[in-house]
């Protein structure tokens, strides 16, 4: 593994061919012996720290139509903290069901669960069938594994009957020394990012294109009022961001003054700040209280000068999606993925159904979403949100950052790369956006 992190860091990517792959590798990962270490615990005391380790692994075989990646960075996202705290279901039901599908697939149903569903890094090995990749190439991943044996999923990839997420629904993930990825994961590097900013969009990059720009989401379009929750956060900053890019007028929800001052800095003018409003959409555990909705609406066209939201980028869930259904205007839009605050949503169906608004489910990206979006980064259209980095041996503070929402923008883990800033290839372009690309760097 020294051998292939020299070659890497000396520039040597024609010789990583013939290294050979590791035995072994080390990775965080999940154990399912412990997958009941926090039953009778609320959520919120379920502690990542506590059941994220770095271990020695054995390297998967590779497969046809598979790559080994050597992994220089990775980041977190709130589907390794649902790994780590064994929530909504223990990920081990998600390996024991893949394990089912072939012979294959046996390899991904083990007593252990290498997470993470990001990586930036250079491709190691290929497996038979794989040509337009091969060893030596700088990658980025996208978290779509699909067997595409169905028809269903050769419009929509993510309508296949086997679609599942990388490092999350398969095991040997990408916040580790090596990654196990199917060929049509890959996507080529942003040459102007280092391996921790090149790592940090991939997820919810793709994630928030589908969601907001693809004919399979919201289909934004010039001048859309768009409500995004979040909007400093993981996913909901490159959602600001795209809104801005499209031509769309963001109305960004935070909560707390600095976060404010974030989405200002990306170039948003309507900003809520929530703390400063004091919304309570919930009475208690049981009751929501429409007239927050309604004082949350009034300061919606106070902003946006009288205008309803024409679409709503939800993702917080049980928390604000009976607000969200509210303040859609007639005919708009609510999609909706994730819901990192609870799953069982609740809403008033006479705001929905007379007003004619639609509800519509978003889930990661197909390939072709995923290579869109990874183009905007390599164009300098959207920009890396990584406000800190952590050594991998610290992987359960970054994971505990992202599940208390302590944390802004992306958390990224260096694996195989010694520090941050190495991996620049093109650095004129790098300097043309380096206020952009830093932007969320220390907070």
């Given at each position: 593994?020294?051998?292939?992190?020299?070659?890497?860091?000396?520039?040597?990517?024609?010789?990583?061919?013939?290294?050979?792959?590791?035995?072994?590798?080390?990775?965080?990962?999940?154990?399912?012996?412990?997958?009941?270490?926090?039953?009778?615990?609320?959520?919120?005391?379920?502690?990542?720290?506590?059941?994220?380790?770095?271990?020695?692994?054995?390297?998967?075989?590779?497969?046809?139509?598979?790559?080994?990646?050597?992994?220089?960075?990775?980041?977190?996202?709130?589907?390794?903290?649902?790994?780590?705290?064994?929530?909504?279901?223990?990920?081990?039901?998600?390996?024991?069901?893949?394990?089912?599908?072939?012979e294959l697939t046996k390899r991904h149903d083990l007593p252990?669960?290498?997470?993470?569903?990001?990586?930036?890094?250079?491709?190691?090995?290929?497996?038979?069938?794989?040509?337009?990749?091969?060893?030596?190439?700088?990658?980025?991943?996208?978290?779509?594994?699909?067997?595409?044996?169905?028809?269903?999923?050769?419009?929509?990839?993510?309508?296949?009957?086997?679609?599942?997420?990388?490092?999350?629904?398969?095991?040997?993930?990408?916040?580790?020394?090596?990654?196990?990825?199917?060929?049509?994961?890959?996507?080529?590097?942003?040459?102007?990012?280092?391996?921790?900013?090149?790592?940090?969009?991939?997820?919810?990059?793709?994630?928030?294109?589908?969601?907001?720009?693809?004919?399979?989401?919201?289909?934004?379009?010039?001048?859309?009022?768009?409500?995004?929750w979040g909007a400093s956060g993981g996913l909901g900053s490159?959602?600001?961001?795209?809104?801005?890019?499209?031509?769309?007028?963001?109305?960004?929800?935070?909560?707390?003054?600095?976060?404010?001052?974030?989405?200002?800095?990306?170039?948003?003018?309507?900003?809520?700040?929530?703390?400063?409003?004091?919304?309570?959409?919930?009475?208690?555990?049981?009751?929501?209280?429409?007239?927050?909705?309604?004082?949350?609406?009034?300061?919606?066209?106070?902003?946006?000068?009288?205008?309803?939201?024409?679409?709503?980028?939800?993702?917080?869930?049980?928390?604000?999606?009976?607000?969200?259904?509210?303040?859609?205007?007639?005919?708009?839009?609510?999609?909706?993925?994730?819901?990192?605050?609870?799953?069982?949503?609740?809403?008033?169906?006479?705001?929905?159904?007379?007003?004619?608004?639609?509800?519509?489910?978003?889930?990661?990206?197909?390939?072709?979403e995923a290579y869109e979006a990874n183009r905007l980064i390599?164009?300098?259209?959207?920009?890396?949100?990584?406000?800190?980095?952590?050594?991998?041996?610290?992987?359960?503070?970054?994971?505990?950052?992202?599940?208390?929402?302590?944390?802004?923008?992306?958390?990224?883990?260096?694996?195989?790369?010694?520090?941050?800033?190495?991996?620049?290839?093109?650095?004129?372009?790098?300097?043309?956006?380096?206020?952009?690309?830093?932007?969320?760097?220390?907070?």
């Open positions: 593994m020294n051998e292939i992190r020299d070659a890497i860091l000396s520039d040597q990517l024609a010789d990583i061919g013939g290294l050979g792959v590791p035995a072994s590798y080390r990775g965080v990962l999940v154990r399912k012996d412990e997958q009941d270490m926090f039953e009778g615990l609320a959520t919120k005391d379920k502690d990542p720290r506590k059941s994220l380790h770095v271990e020695e692994v054995p390297t998967p075989e590779l497969g046809p139509g598979e790559a080994i990646v050597a992994v220089m960075a990775s980041s977190v996202n709130y589907n390794t903290v649902w790994t780590s705290i064994f929530e909504p279901a223990s990920t081990f039901g998600f390996l024991e069901r893949y394990g089912r599908v072939s252990y669960h290498v997470v993470g569903s990001d990586l930036a890094g250079v491709v190691l090995a290929v497996g038979p069938g794989v040509n337009k990749w091969k060893a030596g190439d700088e990658v980025v991943a996208h978290c779509l594994s699909v067997e595409l044996e169905d028809p269903a999923g050769h419009d929509d990839t993510m309508m296949d009957p086997q679609q599942r997420i990388w490092g999350f629904e398969t095991n040997f993930g990408g916040l580790a020394e090596l990654a196990l990825v199917k060929s049509n994961q890959l996507l080529p590097k942003p040459a102007h990012l280092t391996w921790e900013e090149a790592a940090a969009p991939g997820l919810v990059n793709a994630t928030a294109y589908r969601q907001l720009v693809s004919k399979n989401g919201a289909n934004m379009k010039q001048g859309d009022t768009v409500l995004i490159y959602a600001t961001q795209m809104a801005l890019n499209g031509g769309a007028i963001p109305v960004c929800v935070v909560s707390s003054p600095e976060k404010a001052e974030i989405v200002r800095k990306m170039g948003a003018e309507l900003v809520i700040d929530r703390s400063a409003e004091g919304y309570r959409f919930w009475k208690d555990e049981s009751t929501q209280d429409p007239k927050e909705w309604q004082r949350f609406g009034k300061k919606i066209r106070e902003l946006t000068g009288g205008e309803d939201i024409d679409i709503v980028f939800e993702h917080p869930g049980r928390e604000t999606f009976g607000a969200s259904v509210y303040v859609a205007k007639k005919g708009g839009t609510i999609i909706t993925c994730a819901s990192t605050s609870g799953y069982l949503h609740e809403y008033d169906n006479r705001y929905l159904w007379m007003n004619l608004k639609k509800i519509l489910s978003s889930h990661f990206a197909n390939y072709k390599d164009r300098g259209l959207i920009h890396p949100t990584v406000s800190k980095v952590y050594p991998m041996a610290e992987v359960g503070q970054a994971a505990r950052d992202v599940q208390t929402n302590t944390h802004q923008g992306k958390v990224g883990v260096l694996t195989l790369a010694p520090e941050e800033g190495l991996g620049v290839r093109d650095h004129d372009k790098r300097a043309r956006h380096l206020d952009a690309i830093n932007r969320f760097r220390g907070l």
